[in-house]
């Protein structure tokens, strides 16, 4: 593996970022993580993925007459997890995320004199800012 190829990471550090995995290694489970969310993903470059969550479809009279007690951090979890298992795309809580198409990229980096240390950068490039941190924490 040459270190020279990944570009050196400028800007903020987010601890949850942080890798000494192998680049090669982290990248695929990237990429099974983005996949198993619904996401669309394509090659940008050698580790560099470009994103896209398509906007949330209208919900179907059936899907809509789910009951309101429904609400319980435990019940969202289970949805969750399921949606992974699945690869349904994910969407955050409507009050929050209201569904719209989200793309961004995720790359990886270098950190500069860390060698052996790399950081996953995801970037929005287009779309709702909360659905964006939504997606980004999900990640």
């Not at 942080?18 to 580790?47: C, H, N, R, W």
């Not at 980096?109 to 970037?123: A, F, M, S, T």
């Amino acid at each position: 593996f040459n270190d020279s190829k990944l570009r050196t990471h400028h800007g903020a550090v987010d601890q949850e970022a942080l890798t000494s995995g192998s680049p090669v290694e982290v990248l695929v489970e990237v990429k099974q993580a983005l996949l198993s969310m619904g996401i669309d993903v394509k090659k940008d470059g050698e580790y560099k993925l470009k994103c896209v969550r398509q906007r949330r479809k209208r919900p179907s009279s059936q899907e809509s007459t789910t009951s309101s007690s429904s609400n319980s951090r435990t019940d969202k979890k289970r949805r969750m997890s399921t949606m992974f298992q699945t690869g349904e795309t994910v969407y955050g809580d409507p009050v929050v995320d209201p569904g719209e198409e989200v793309r961004f990229s995720v790359e990886l980096c270098k950190i500069k004199n860390l060698p052996g240390l790399y950081i996953v950068d995801i970037r929005r490039m287009r779309g709702n800012v909360w659905a964006y941190k939504f997606l980004y924490h999900t990640l």
